[in-house]
C-alpha cells in the first residue's frame, strides 16, 4: 500500500484560483482499500456553482481573450495541458489509484487514454469547419459551427480523470468554457488537472471545477439560467432528473451517457478459451464498475458447462488486494454503499433460484473488496440480468440459435453496449447490425479510442462523446445568408 503521498489540491477551482467554499462545507474522500479518510475536500453548493458560471461567462464574451483566440493557439493550449499530464504522470497515476481503488496497473491505462485524448482534441481545434451550400436564387450561403457557451458537465467516479477529458477536451477544443462537477467520493485528480490548465497559460475562467453533492451542486448545474449546455454522464435515473431541471429552466442543451446492461453473446463456433478470457474481462474489469460491462453473458448451449467451468477456473485466479501490488488484478469497489449493493445483488441471485458457481462474498475484513462472482443458470427475469450491479457479477445465460438470442439480448430498457463473440463473419455481421446498442464489439470487447464515437440507444442516453462526433455536443450551427448583387453599383 503506497503511503505519504501529498494531496496538493483539496479547494475548488474558480476562474484560476484555488478558494475555499462559500459555506466551508468540508467532504471527506475515503481510500476505498483501507476505509480511511485521505482528505477533506471543499464541497460545493449553489453559491459556488454560481461564481464558477459567472467567471466562465466572464470568460466567453465576445471580446474575452479565449473568444478572440485564434483556434491554433487552443490547440496548442490543449496539446501543452496534454504534456503537462505526461510530466506528472507517475503522480497522477498514483493519486487516481489511491482515490478510486482501481489497480495501478488500470490506472497507467486510464491516464495514458487521457492524454492521448487531449492530443486528440488539441488537433482538432482548427478543423471544426461549416458548409458552404449551392441555394436557389442569387445568394451566397454558408454555415459556421460556433461554441455553445457555458457547459456545465457532471462526471462519475469511475474512471475519474478519463471522464473529466472526454468532457472538457471536446468542449474546450470548440472554444466552449467549463464548469464540471467531479464526483465527491473522485474528485482529487480532476482538482491536480485545473492546476495543470492555469500552469499550461489557459485564461481564468474557461475552466471551473466545483466538486460536491449531486442534490447541491449537480443540482446548480442542471437548472442553472446562465449555463447553455449540460452534459452527465451516470445513471439513467439520474439522468432523468438532469433532462428536467434543464427543461424546467432555460431548455440548455443535454447530452447523457446512462447506464447499461449489456449482453455478450458467445457462439460455439468460437474459440472457447477466448471467448472465456474475454467475457471476464468485460465484466471483471474495474471490478465491474464500467457502464459498458459485459454483464449479461449469453452462451450457446453446446459449450454452455465448458464455458462455466473455465470461468470458474479464471475466476479462481484472479488476484483481489492493494492496488499497488503489481500482482493485483482488482481492487475495491468505490464505497460501502457500493459495496453493499454488490453483495445485496449476490443475494438477490442465489434466493431468485441462480447457481452460484463462484465468490458472492467479501474479501477480507477491511476495504470495499469483493470476491469476483459468477452465477450460472440465470434466467432473464431475475434481478442479476435486469438490473445494472456495477460490481464483479457475471451473468452466464444459455441459448440455442441466433434468432432466440437476438431477441433476448435487445429485451433491455438500456442500450450501450454489446459484444459477439464468432468465427462465422457472416453471423457477425447479422448480430452487429441487429443488435440495439452505440457500441458493438466484434471478437473484441470494450475497445474505445479517442477516434471513435460512444454513446447510447434507449435508455442508455443520447449523443455521442469522443471522436468527431463530440464535437456535434459543443457547437451551435449558425446559417449565413448573402445577397449577391444582380449589377455592379
Not at 459551427?145 to 477536451?169: D, R, S, T
Not at 474528485?187 to 471551473?208: D, H, I, Q, R
Not at 470461468?311 to 501490488?325: M, Y
Request: a neutral charge; one cysteine or more.
Amino acid at each position: 500500500m503506497v503511503s505519504n503521498v501529498k494531496i496538493q489540491y483539496t479547494q475548488l477551482f474558480i476562474n484560476n484560483e484555488f478558494v475555499d467554499s462559500v459555506n466551508k462545507k468540508r467532504i471527506p474522500v475515503v481510500d476505498p482499500s483501507t476505509e480511511e479518510v485521505l482528505c477533506e475536500i471543499q464541497g460545493a453548493e449553489k453559491e459556488d456553482v454560481d461564481k464558477a458560471v459567472a467567471a466562465a461567462r466572464e470568460a466567453f464574451k465576445l471580446r474575452s481573450p479565449w473568444r478572440t483566440m485564434d483556434a491554433s493557439k487552443r490547440g496548442q493550449l490543449i496539446g501543452k495541458f496534454a504534456s503537462l499530464l505526461q510530466r506528472d504522470f507517475d503522480y497522477i497515476v498514483t493519486l487516481e489509484s489511491l482515490d478510486n481503488g482501481k489497480p495501478r496497473t488500470e490506472a497507467v491505462v486510464d491516464i495514458t487514454m487521457t492524454i492521448d485524448l487531449f492530443q486528440y482534441y488539441a488537433g482538432w481545434c482548427d478543423k471544426i469547419c461549416g458548409k458552404t451550400i449551392p441555394v436557389d436564387g442569387n445568394f451566397f450561403t454558408y454555415t459556421r459551427h460556433e461554441p455553445i457557451g457555458v457547459c456545465g458537465q457532471i462526471i462519475p467516479w469511475n474512471y475519474p480523470l478519463l471522464m473529466f477529458a472526454w468532457k472538457v477536451a471536446p468542449a474546450i477544443a470548440c472554444g466552449n468554457t467549463c464548469v464540471i462537477k467531479p464526483s465527491e467520493l473522485t474528485p482529487l485528480t480532476a482538482l491536480y488537472a485545473a492546476s495543470l490548465f492555469k500552469e499550461a497559460g489557459f485564461p481564468a475562467g474557461v475552466l471551473n471545477v466545483v466538486p460536491g453533492y449531486g442534490d447541491t451542486a449537480g443540482n446548480a448545474i442542471t437548472s442553472h439560467m446562465d449555463i447553455d449546455k449540460v452534459a452527465f454522464t451516470g445513471s439513467t435515473a439520474t439522468g432523468r432528473k438532469v433532462m428536467t431541471a434543464a427543461a424546467q429552466s432555460n431548455l440548455k442543451r443535454v447530452s447523457l451517457e446512462l447506464g447499461g446492461k449489456s449482453p455478450l453473446i458467445i457462439f460455439a463456433d468460437c474459440d472457447i478459451d477466448f471467448a472465456v478470457k474475454c467475457a471476464h474481462g468485460a465484466i471483471m474489469t474495474n471490478a465491474g464498475q464500467n457502464c459498458v460491462a459485459g454483464s449479461r453473458t449469453f452462451v450457446q448451449d453446446t459449450i454452455y458447462d465448458e464455458f462455466v467451468k473455465k470461468s470458474k477456473e479464471l475466476a479462481e485466479k484472479r488476484v483481489v488486494g492493494d492496488p499497488f501490488d503489481e500482482n493485483t488484478q482488482q481492487g475495491p469497489v468505490i464505497s460501502k454503499s457500493q459495496f453493499d449493493k454488490v453483495l445485496g445483488y449476490m443475494k438477490k441471485g442465489k434466493e431468485e433460484g441462480a447457481t452460484l458457481v463462484f465468490g458472492g462474498e467479501q474479501v477480507g475484513s477491511k476495504g470495499f473488496f469483493v470476491k469476483p462472482t459468477i452465477f450460472a443458470d440465470v434466467k432473464d427475469n431475475m434481478s442479476i440480468a435486469t438490473d445494472e450491479i456495477f460490481g464483479p457479477v457475471q451473468s452466464i445465460l444459455k441459448f440455442s440459435d441466433l434468432d432466440e438470442v437476438l431477441e433476448r439480448a435487445n429485451r433491455t430498457k438500456y442500450g450501450l453496449a454489446a459484444g459477439v463473440i464468432t468465427n462465422d463473419i457472416n453471423k457477425a455481421f447479422k448480430i452487429s447490425q441487429s443488435l440495439q446498442a452505440g457500441s458493438v464489439w466484434v471478437n473484441c470487447y470494450d475497445i474505445v479510442t479517442s477516434q471513435t464515437p460512444f454513446g447510447g440507444f434507449k435508455q442508455s442516453g443520447h449523443g455521442r462523446e469522443v471522436g468527431e462526433y463530440a464535437l456535434q455536443l459543443y457547437t451551435e450551427i449558425k446559417t449565413v445568408t448573402v445577397q449577391i448583387p444582380e449589377k455592379n453599383s
